[in-house]
């Protein structure tokens, strides 16, 4: 993720003329309350005065974070009704933007639960805190929904009623503390505790399992009630090759100083310190936007290039040169990229210019060669843009993996990749055809290759939605 703290100042300004709007608003009802009190010969208490005042500020900020670079118009978008998704995703992907997404959530409803009891005795109990949590959510989530601006998310009416008693937890502990009730306090202490409890409990199992977790892998089964579903290919009952491999993830100074070496040996430099290098979750941008461009991702070590020496005009063209395997080796080559002798060389769109090497889970002794490499060539037969996803990687445990069946049966219940998941539900084949399975590797939150079976299939759905008669989705291997 970019620059947090900017991020968070960047939001803030965009919140704050609504928040002062809001705070305008407050004030307005304060004055009107301490009118009422001076009438009947009670003074307005200052600390009331000052909650409410701070409730209508963040009720005004949160109505523009909440819709604040939210698209208009256009599809709807579906309103999401799985509980725990953005947790689940969270869990599968293991990095800190996904974490953020539902924690972030849970923190900005925070101030509502812990300004509201401050507002007055009545306001101190707890129906009114959820009442509020649960009022203020589903009026965002069905505005967001009714003006087309963001998606209706169950995950967000969660978080947000979670943040909002925790908010009025944390508020009524130090209230009853303050009061020297402390008996009565303790029980205030419960949600927080057990929440902090909970999270931290996720963080440990993730660090005490030996692998990581697949960024797209299942999170809730498909729909395949009713689905016919018909064999088109040798499946085997013995399980697969047992291992899972490793190749140590780029830490952000191992990014670096691949970054440097790389495009030091095409002759640029890069300029750190400067929004020419930005660090982001999973990679790192470098570019010094006249000669070159690359990205890095830290888990698989995976990079793109793009030379911006080759005119524009030829890399926007789509007319691509045609070249040789050999002196497209050179070119890598001179590059300083080494192409396995096992990967093979497939034209992908000699038009176009793309041609790629590939290596289908080769392995020599403990070592592993997986992925691809495509490399784009404009007219003239220059080399301009090389995305490299070719891993190379060692033996590190002897996990069990299922059988291509096993792996089948699990397609059939629907335990599948979760991103295809809605798709497939959309659609609702009534039969589908399994006419492939390989076994593969994908790149785990912990930097681990981990094997996967890959389906191909067809079904008797148009093909308009998806553009190919065929797709692919796949089953994690590991038992």
């Known amino acids: 993720m970019p620059d947090f703290i900017g991020v968070i100042f960047y939001y803030f300004r965009r ?16 004055a ?28 005004g900020g949160l109505a523009a974070v909440t819709f604040a670079d939210r698209l208009e118009g256009g599809m709807r978008a579906p309103v999401q009704l799985y509980p725990l998704l953005a947790f689940r995703e969270a869990w599968n992907a293991f990095t800190l933007q996904t974490w953020l997404n539902p924690l972030l ?8 639960g812990a300004l509201l009891p401050l507002t007055g005795k009545r306001a101190r109990r707890w129906v009114w805190a959820l009442a509020a949590g649960a009022g203020a959510s589903v009026c965002v989530e069905a505005l967001q929904y009714a003006l087309g601006r963001g998606q209706a998310d169950v995950d967000d009416l969660i978080c947000n009623v979670l943040g909002t008693m925790l908010g009025y937890c944390l508020c009524m502990l130090a209230v ?47 729909d395949t009630e009713g689905v016919e579903w018909t064999q088109d290919c040798s499946l085997s009952d013995e399980p697969g090759p047992s291992g899972v491999y490793w190749a140590e993830p780029f830490t952000r100074q191992a990014c670096d100083d ?3 070496e790389f495009i030091g ?4 430099t890069i300029h750190f310190g400067t929004p020419d290098v930005a660090y982001y979750d999973n990679c790192a941008f470098y570019s010094d936007h006249t000669t070159y461009n690359l990205i890095v991702y830290y888990n698989d070590r995976s990079y793109e290039y793009t030379d911006y020496r080759v005119d524009s005009a030829l890399r926007y063209s789509e007319k691509g040169g045609a070249v040789t395997e050999s002196t497209l080796r050179d070119d890598l080559e001179a590059l300083g990229i080494e192409i396995p002798a096992g990967a093979d060389f497939a034209v992908v769109d000699e038009e176009k210019g793309r041609y790629a090497f590939r290596a289908e889970c080769l392995t020599e002794g403990d070592t592993l060669t997986d992925g691809e490499l495509i490399c784009s060539v404009a007219e003239g037969g220059a080399l301009y843009q090389v995305d490299n996803g070719l891993s190379v990687s060692v033996l590190a445990g002897d996990a ?33 055809w399994v006419t492939g399975c390989e076994l593969e590797y994908l790149t785990d939150s912990k930097g ?26 796949f089953v994690p291997a590991l038992g």
């Open 265 to 268: 040996r095409q002759g640029g």
């Open 15 to 30: 919140a704050l003329p609504t928040a002062l709007a809001g705070l305008a608003v407050g004030a307005g009802l304060v």
């Open 32 to 59: 009107a309350l301490a009118w009422k009190d001076r009438r009947q010969g009670r003074r307005f208490p200052k600390g009331r005065a000052a909650a409410i005042l701070l409730l209508a500020c963040y009720l």
């Open 105 to 112: 959530n849970v923190a900005m409803f925070l101030p509502l």
């Open 448 to 473: 681990f290759r981990q094997p996967v079976y890959t389906f191909t299939l067809t079904d008797d759905r148009s093909a308009e939605p998806r553009g190919s008669d065929s797709w692919t989705t």
């Open 176 to 222: 009853r503390l303050a009061e020297k009730r402390r008996k009565a306090a303790w029980g205030y202490a419960a949600l927080p505790v057990l929440a902090v409890m909970a999270l931290a409990g996720v963080f440990l199992a993730y660090r005490l399992q030996p692998y990581g977790n697949l960024a797209d892998g299942p999170i809730y089964a498909a």
């Open 258 to 260: 691949f970054a440097v």
């Open 400 to 432: 069990a993996v299922l059988s291509p069946m096993e792996a089948y049966q699990r397609l059939r219940a629907g335990r599948f990749a979760w991103r295809d998941v809605s798709a497939f539900n959309a659609l609702k084949p009534g039969q589908v």
